[in-house]
Every structure is written in structure tokens, then in C-alpha cells.
T-cell receptor
Framework: EAGVTQSPTHLIKTRGQQATLRCSPI?????VYWYQQALGLGLQFLLW???????NRGNFPPRFSGRQFPNYSSELNVNALAREDSALYLC????????????FGSGTQLSVL | AQKVTQAQTEISVVEKEDVTLDCVYE???????LFWYKQPPSGELVFLIR??????QNEISGRYSWNFQKSTSSFNFTITASQVVDSAVYFC?????????????FGKGITLSVRP
């Protein structure tokens, strides 16, 4: 069974551009979570989607947005990129139940020059 | 507020040494779960364990063991006879519950290097 897949693995952009990151959850999982892992800052929660709806949002500006499609895959969009957005973006999926473990993808390494 | 503190940032040991990774948490919830994840160089976080606050029994799985103590709000992780393949970043995490929503709050992680 395929795990959580993310694309692309690496993305290089310049300041002011937009980035789109994609995530496919494990089959049967309805919840998708996005985390940012910047150097020295640990894992920061970005967004949680479940059944196509945004359920929770971390402390990030509105230029970080996303959506979840009917097949439960998800996109994370980052507008007006800044150098400090350079980070590993991790996607995770679950069945959407409380306290269950998350299954993570290998991430997208975003570099903003 | 929910908080997870992993005071150790980097640990380096020689293969076959035992190593303990500390995790201290804060929560206002009376029942809660705690998690440990491992992040090898490939980047993907791998689930290691989930414990319920009801159960304070120590857990052992092969070379891994976990010591959960509610009295000190700690959930420490010990690797016995460490191996080079154990080199990774280890995260302790606590679900943050807001009504019907929840997300995992992670500690900053501990980078473990096991030298041959």
C-alpha cells in the first residue's frame, strides 16, 4: 500500500513568487495535515483539512493557504514568497479521529532565493 | 497551554551505548495521549509509539523503551545498545485539542548521532 506522497521533492523559487506543493494521503484517509519544518524552529503546524474543509489553522499569515480535493489529496499554496519561507514542508494523513497517529510523507524542500 | 519541551538538542554516542531522550510536557487536559516520532535523514517522520495518560506502565519494544511518569510530566525514551541506524531526529508530541479539532504539538526534536 502506498504511503503519503508529496511532490515535488525540491522546489526553488525567488522572492515574491508563488509556490504550490501537493500531497496525496494514504488510501482511506480523509484528513491531511501540513507542517513547516524550518531550520532551528522545529515542526510548526500549518493547516488541517478533513472531508474537504479547513478544520484548523496554525499561526501563519494568510498568504499560506490550501485546499483539499474530493479525492482527499491536498495542495498547499504559498504566495508572495519570502526567504524565511525556506523550509521542509511535511504533509501527513490520518482517518481524522482524535489522538490517532499521523502518517507522514517525505516532504517538499522549498528554497526561496 | 499545551507545550512539549525537549531540552536536549543534540546527543552523540558510540554504538552499543544506551541513550535516553527526555521529554517534558504541559497540558491542562486530564486525559491525553503522547507520541514519539523518528525522523531519519530521508525526512519522513516515522511513528514510534502512542501512550494514553491512563496507562503509566513502561513500554518496551525490542531495544526501545519508554518511561511515562505523570507526576513529573515526563515521557522519556531509551534506546538500549544503540546502533548507527538509530541516528535520526526524535520528536515527542502532544495532541492539542480545540473542541472537535486536534493537531499535534511537537517538541523541537533531539538529534541523535550514533558513531560506529
Amino acid at each position: 500500500e502506498a504511503g503519503v506522497t508529496q511532490s515535488p521533492t525540491h522546489l526553488i523559487k525567488t522572492r515574491g513568487q508563488q509556490a504550490t506543493l501537493r500531497c496525496s494521503p494514504i488510501s482511506g484517509h480523509t484528513s491531511v495535515y501540513w507542517y513547516q519544518q524550518a531550520l532551528g524552529l522545529g515542526l510548526q503546524f500549518l493547516l488541517w483539512y478533513d472531508e474537504g474543509e479547513e478544520r484548523n489553522r496554525g499561526n501563519f499569515p494568510p498568504r499560506f493557504s490550501g485546499r483539499q480535493f474530493p479525492n482527499y489529496s491536498s495542495e498547499l499554496n504559498v504566495n508572495a514568497l519570502a526567504r524565511e519561507d525556506s523550509a521542509l514542508y511535511l504533509c501527513a494523513s490520518s482517518q481524522g479521529l482524535k489522538n490517532e497517529k499521523l502518517f507522514f510523507g517525505s516532504g517538499t524542500q522549498l528554497s526561496v532565493l | 497551554a499545551q507545550k512539549v519541551t525537549q531540552a536536549q538538542t543534540e546527543i552523540s554516542v558510540v554504538e552499543k551505548e544506551d541513550v535516553t531522550l527526555d521529554c517534558v510536557y504541559e497540558t491542562r487536559d486530564t486525559t491525553y495521549y503522547l507520541f514519539w516520532y523518528k525522523q531519519p535523514p530521508s525526512g519522513e517522520l516515522v511513528f514510534l509509539i502512542r501512550r494514553n495518560s491512563f496507562d503509566e506502565q513502561n513500554e518496551i519494544s525490542g531495544r526501545y523503551s519508554w518511561n511515562f511518569q505523570k507526576s513529573t510530566s515526563s515521557f522519556n525514551f531509551t534506546i538500549t545498545a544503540s546502533q548507527v541506524v538509530d541516528s535520526a531526529v526524535y520528536f515527542c508530541a502532544l495532541p492539542f485539542l480545540t473542541g472537535a479539532n486536534s493537531k499535534l504539538t511537537f517538541g523541537k526534536g533531539i538529534t541523535l548521532s550514533v558513531r560506529p
